[in-house]
Nanobody, 129 residues
Framework: QEQLVESGGGSVQAGGSLRLSCAAS????????IVWFRQAPGKEREGVAA????????????NYVDSVLGRYTVSQDNAKNTVYLQISDLKPDDTAMYYC??????????????????WGQGTQVTVSS
């Protein structure tokens, strides 16, 4: 069955780092986008980082929203069927519920939540000053 499960969130002081995990089951096909979203209180859900995977060609690519460039890094562990979001130099504005989502697609992955129907449950990131 298709399933996404996020983990790795928590409370951290500003300047620290976190690595969030998205365990993907039955969702990575020949052309797949795995996308990280965040939703802060009172804000719209925002796509921040995406990984495109083509299992036939072996190619991957990433794309990010401009506001997180240099601090957010998406990567994968093929053996664990897991996609990661590394966040460095955490800032209070990073405080949000973080979700991963998946869909068939092409690079660059769409960062609009309306493009995705399969979602994980979310993991909370709280950054204190």
């Amino acid at each position: 069955q298709e399933q996404l499960v996020e983990s790795g969130g928590g409370s951290v002081q500003a300047g620290g780092s976190l690595r969030l995990s998205c365990a993907a089951s039955g969702v990575i096909g020949p052309s797949t986008c795995i996308v990280w979203f965040r939703q802060a209180p009172g804000k719209e859900r925002e796509g921040v980082a995406a990984l495109y995977i083509n299992t036939y060609t072996g190619s991957t690519s990433t794309n990010y929203v401009d506001s997180v460039l240099g601090r957010y890094t998406v990567s994968q562990d093929n053996a664990k069927n897991t996609v990661y979001l590394q966040i460095s130099d955490l800032k209070p504005d990073d405080t949000a519920m973080y979700y991963c989502a998946a869909a068939t697609g092409r690079a660059p992955c769409i960062l609009n939540q309306d493009a995705y129907t399969l979602w994980g449950q979310g993991t909370q990131v709280t950054v204190s000053s």
